[in-house]
């Protein structure tokens, strides 16, 4: 960790204000969203409530932490109660963030503002006034990334946050599975950390238990979900696994067909623009562009250190199950990404203006 001049007195709870500010303008703006997505975890805690588990235990378990979340708010009536606490979170996941900025080296400088870069992500914190899985998803992973890495040990939170993260969402077991390999397989032959990540790939593409609707998703060929390329592609299809989709798609679309589709998908997932945004919106996510150029050239820059190689294999296994399936039409599959890419983006700005 590397000293620097003390941080103003107001500068952290400048940054407080300001963020709390975003997100009063976003509330005014859009106010909470419950509709669509939310109304599902919601009915879901509903039925836990009076007791059916069915639901919570069935087709939401992967996205049981969340539903466990709104529990107490949905028992009061006032499920949009919510989101002070996402709020909270995420105040919580940009302190941990600006802890793992200063133990990978940055200053407190650097580590304050990237704390800020992350509180006031518009594509980030939009997520926030929602009842979506998102922001807890964003700020669960911060905060497990921040007890596992540049530390001697896992943190003592790391446990309870693995599990609340396997079960946030179904990507979660790409971001505690790799760190937990990294962690097991920590003064070993490189080849055993490999073969740990690939078998938490392999996990989520050979798992037989993919809805039926999310696989004829992926035969459809679709970049961003919703937007069908080959719509006849599921014909003949039997399989019941991601792996299965592939093997089905490069046998009736081709293979340079098949690497085109992946290609664009990583496109798509590392950028926040849209075909379908105003020029105004695209214009105004445009500088995110860079994250992922800086996030690169940092990773680059400490490629001997432990912790990069940890981040490297989340970023890399969480992008090839994507660019296997689908990417998401808002670019919500990049939030959790957001802070992972801003630690090593931070140190790679830092070297140069410092």
Not at 11 to 18: C, L
Not at 129 to 151: G, H, K, S, V
Request: include cysteine; charge should be positive; glycine fraction near 8%.
């Amino acid at each position: 960790m590397r000293d620097s001049r003390n941080l103003p007195v107001w500068a952290r709870p400048a940054v407080v204000v300001g963020y709390l500010g975003l997100l009063m303008a976003l509330w005014r703006m859009q106010g909470v969203l419950t509709d669509k997505e939310a109304l599902k975890y919601l009915g879901c805690a509903e039925q836990v409530l009076q007791g059916d588990l069915h639901d919570l235990l069935g087709n939401y378990r992967h996205y049981g932490t969340y539903v466990l979340f709104l529990l107490p708010f949905v028992a009061l009536g006032a499920p949009t109660l919510a989101v002070p606490i996402q709020a909270v979170l995420m105040l919580f996941a940009a302190r941990a963030l600006e802890r793992s900025v200063l133990r990978a080296g940055g200053s407190e400088r650097v580590g304050l503002l990237t704390a800020a870069v992350f509180l006031f992500a518009l594509p980030v914190q939009q997520w926030v006034p929602a009842l979506y899985t998102e922001a807890l998803f964003a700020a669960l992973t911060l905060m497990f990334l921040d007890q596992m890495l540049l530390r001697e040990r896992p943190g003592r939170w790391a446990l309870p946050l693995a599990l609340a993260l396997l079960f946030a969402r179904p990507v979660g077991i790409l971001v505690v599975g790799p760190l937990t390999v990294w962690w097991l397989t920590r003064g070993r032959a490189p080849w055993t950390t490999w073969a740990g990540h690939a078998a938490v790939l392999a996990l989520a593409v050979l798992s037989p238990t993919v809805p039926g609707p999310q696989l004829h998703i992926i035969l459809g060929s679709e970049v961003l979900c919703g937007c069908g390329t080959h719509p006849d592609a599921a014909l003949g299809f039997t399989g019941h696994s991601v792996l299965d989709t592939q093997l089905h798609l490069g046998a009736t679309l081709g293979p340079g067909t098949l690497l085109e589709l992946w290609g664009l998908r990583l496109l798509s997932l590392f950028t926040f623009l849209r075909p379908h945004y105003s020029t105004a919106h695209n214009l105004l996510l445009a500088p995110w562009l860079l994250l992922p150029l800086l996030a690169a050239l940092g990773l680059w820059m400490q490629r001997r250190t432990a912790w990069v190689k940890a981040v490297t294999a989340v970023l890399v296994v969480y992008a090839l199950l994507v660019m296997f399936t689908c990417d998401e039409w808002s670019g919500r599959f990049l939030v959790p990404l957001v802070g992972p890419l801003l630690l090593p983006a931070a140190l790679a700005v830092a070297r140069r203006v410092e």
